[in-house]
């Protein structure tokens, strides 16, 4: 899930656009992916690198199930 992806699929139909609540929780979401990655990199610890690798294929999990949810609703 791309930023740009998350943008044009959100701006593709009026009722995703005018849903306020839910583009932002989409677009929240994306961003917490390479957010926590990055996070996870300026760490020198494995196990903490890990922890924010988990934290990211979280945050990719929520995005697609919103992605989803949003497509379903229309």
Same mark, same amino acid.
């Given at each position: 899930?791309?930023?740009?992806? !998350? $943008? /044009? %699929?959100? !701006?593709?139909?009026?009722?995703?656009?005018?849903?306020?609540?839910?583009? /932002?929780? &989409?677009?929240?979401?994306?961003? +917490?992916?390479?957010?926590?990655?990055?996070?996870? $990199?300026? #760490? %020198? !610890?494995?196990?903490?690198?890990? !922890? $924010? &690798?988990?934290?990211? &294929?979280? +945050?990719?999990?929520?995005?697609?199930? #919103? &992605?989803? +949810?949003?497509?379903? /609703?229309?």
């Amino acid at each position: 899930v791309s930023d740009t992806g !998350n $943008f /044009r %699929f959100s !701006n593709a139909t009026p009722e995703a656009y005018d849903d306020r609540k839910y583009r /932002r929780q &989409l677009w929240d979401a994306a961003d +917490s992916i390479e957010s926590d990655m990055a996070e996870g $990199f300026q #760490r %020198f !610890n494995p196990a903490e690198q890990a !922890n $924010f &690798l988990r934290y990211a &294929l979280s +945050s990719l999990a929520e995005a697609s199930r #919103r &992605l989803k +949810s949003g497509i379903t /609703r229309g």
